[in-house]
């Protein structure tokens, strides 16, 4: 691959169709990053990494599809194998309630958050559409996928993509990538795979990922939002506040209302409560 | 719109849990008490001073633990003020994100915190409690129209920090929180109902205060049927998004059941009596009043507060 190059848009195409759930990526992400392990999850499926969180950056999705009859070859249908990251969304949830600017857009266009500069607050995990952000226990800080950014300074491309076996994992300039998936979903559809689709490459959803996925299936077999869905927690910032303004002026009233009523009667009594005005229980 | 069925929430939970609560029930009374205490100073008789000052010390003490609370809620205390604060290399200065309510909710309490401040400060003179001339000079600048502007804009910051975390939990993609507009107002309103309830508790201590014992009744009634409202209206808005059950199915129907018994007070007291402080409009002296009346119903009220504020963080984490 070309030199890694600052001011560039770097990612990576996930092709699930090609995907084979060995963990390689999860591995090379976890030694590199010096990320500790986890205790195993046992569940229905082969899945024992359980989700993306603070220590598994990379996270093999297994998703059990298999039908209830034999449908001849698979084609990738019996059983979804995804390995999920960060998107590094161009509108960013994580970025955008950020209050202390800890998450910032790097120079190879990546969503980064710096350990050194985040508080702790978890306002990025409330709003992460993706359930990739958790919060370490022992820095107290979040943590996610960061695009290998010190491989990259290194020009060195991330973890999981050179551990890839199958090239499930492209990385490489967006640009690049998004003609190399439009191809490859061309060439599936060519060859009657027509449930191959693209997630993400183009800017439907949130703006477009730099970290964009080749899927088999619906994007919520995966527990990924459609574009109906790919929303920014800002849009409820007006509504929000308008009803509080709302209340707020309704309370203001209320308290007026309150007043008012109490200040028609005559003078206090001896014990010192205000006379009820009569009128009162009238309105 | 979405539909019902097409509402999609994959998120993480932030575990904002008992830090939040309190920090989110505290914010709440200290934003409320201040706003009725200006409403006394500023629209009321000169008899209710008292209870006006009543109200900034409940709105200081109230404030107290906010900060306290936000802190240790971090992962990484010590780093709070990163909040106010950008470090990130080269890109040093103030934090604001208008968009965002955390860092705008950062800088109001700040602003609230320096009027809440003020007024208490004043409120300590004004009982006679700070004789220091040091203090009082300054603070006798504030009996004029500066000092009513002050409450006023104080009692606007303090509106906006009883109602704002409402607000901070709906901009998010959390479930419940994200799919309804109605949660600011919700915590406003019944900010401004606990801290009536609050103030109504405290009158027993503070007899110079009781002159406006009727109208904090009456009060506390009105911002009970806002409460109410706001419910209903809250549950109206999670019904698209198929949330209803979420947030009211059992076992959070338990905590709603202790919301709606810390509304009976304030709706049963409207509906018997309307804006008569009782039935047969007379009010009855807070210190021959009884217990169940001057201190159990108030004390039920805030516990409603709470336990509404429960419903809503904890029944989605």
């Given at each position: ?243 509080t303004?709302?209340t707020a002026?309704?309370a203001v009233?209320g308290g007026?209302?309150a007043l ?24 | ?21 309190f920090y989110f029930f505290f914010a709440g009374i200290s934003g409320g008490a201040y706003a009725i205490a200006a409403l006394f100073r500023l629209r009321g008789?000169?008899?209710d001073e008292h209870a006006a000052r009543l109200g900034h010390y409940v709105s200081f003490a109230a404030l107290l633990p906010c900060p306290v609370m936000l ?34 909710g950062v800088w109001a309490l700040l602003v609230f915190g320096a009027f809440a401040t003020v007024s208490f400060i004043q409120a300590l003179v004004r009982d006679?409690r700070i ?8 603070v006798?600048?504030l009996?004029?129209?500066?000092g009513e502007l002050v409450v006023a804009i104080g009692a606007v910051f303090g509106l906006f920090v009883a109602g704002y975390t ?21 915590f406003l309103a019944s900010g401004m109902t606990a801290s009536a309830a609050l103030l109504l508790l405290l009158l027993?201590h503070r007899?110079s205060a009781?002159?406006s014992a009727?109208k904090l009744?009456?009060s506390e009634?009105?911002y ?74 108030p004390?039920?009220v805030l516990?409603?507060v709470l336990?509404?504020r ?8």
């Open positions: 691959m070309a030199r890694i190059t600052p001011g560039q848009a770097y990612g990576f195409f996930t092709d699930t169709s090609v995907c084979i759930g060995c963990k390689a990526c999860e591995v090379a992400c976890k030694e590199w990053n010096e990320l500790p392990g986890n205790e195993p999850v046992f569940g229905d499926g082969y899945d024992n990494t359980g989700s993306l969180d603070a220590q598994n950056w990379r996270h093999v999705q297994f998703i059990d599809n298999v039908p209830d009859e034999t449908s001849g070859t698979g084609q990738g249908k019996a059983w979804l194998m995804m390995s999920d990251v960060c998107k590094h969304c161009q509108h960013a949830s994580c970025m955008e309630v950020c209050p202390t600017g800890a998450i910032i857009r790097t120079e190879f266009d990546s969503v980064f958050i710096q350990p050194d500069v985040c508080n702790g607050c978890r306002n990025c995990i409330a709003a992460c559409p993706y359930d990739v952000i958790a919060q370490d226990e022992h820095k107290g800080v979040a943590q996610k996928c960061t695009l290998c950014y010190d491989r990259l300074q290194g020009d060195m491309e991330p973890a999981c993509a050179k551990a890839c076996p199958t090239e499930s994992i492209q990385f490489g300039p967006v640009e690049e990538l998004q003609r190399a998936a439009r191809q490859r979903v061309s060439d599936l559809h060519d060859q009657g795979v027509t449930e191959a689709r693209l997630y993400g490459e183009d800017d439907s959803i949130y703006g477009g990922l730099n970290a964009f996925f080749l899927l088999m299936d619906e994007p919520e077999a995966y527990k990924l939002p459609n574009e109906q869905n790919a929303v920014l927690p800002r849009r409820n910032n007006v509504p929000g506040y308008l009803g303004l709302g002026v309704l009233l007026l209302i008012r009523r109490r200040r028609e009667p005559t003078p206090a009594t001896s014990s010192g409560t205000t006379p009820p005005d009569p009128e009162a229980g009238d309105e | 719109m979405l539909l019902a069925e097409e509402v999609q929430h994959f998120v993480r939970s932030p575990d904002w849990t008992w830090f939040i609560l008789e000169p008899s802190v240790l809620d971090l992962g990484s205390p010590l780093r709070f003020w990163h909040m106010m604060w950008n470090t990130t290399p080269g890109e040093a200065g103030f934090n604001f994100k208008y968009w965002s309510p955390m860092s705008v006679g004789r220091l001339s040091l203090v009082r000079r300054p006798k600048l009996d004029g129209v500066l409402g607000v901070l939990l709906s901009v998010s993609n959390q479930p419940v929180w994200s799919d309804t507009w109605a949660l600011g107002g919700l027993r007899r009781e002159p009727a009744i009456v009634r009105l009970a049927l806002l409460e109410l409202a706001l419910i209903v209206i809250f549950l109206l808005t999670l019904i698209p998004a198929d949330a209803v059950g979420t947030v009211f199915g059992f076992p959070w129907i338990l905590l709603w059941l202790v919301v709606f018994a810390g509304l009976l007070p304030g709706v049963g007291g409207l509906l018997a009596s309307r804006l008569a402080v009782t039935g047969e409009g007379v009010p009855v002296p807070l210190q021959s009043a009884s217990a169940v009346r001057s201190l159990a119903m004390a039920l516990l409603g336990a509404l429960a419903a809503v963080i904890f029944s989605i984490q």
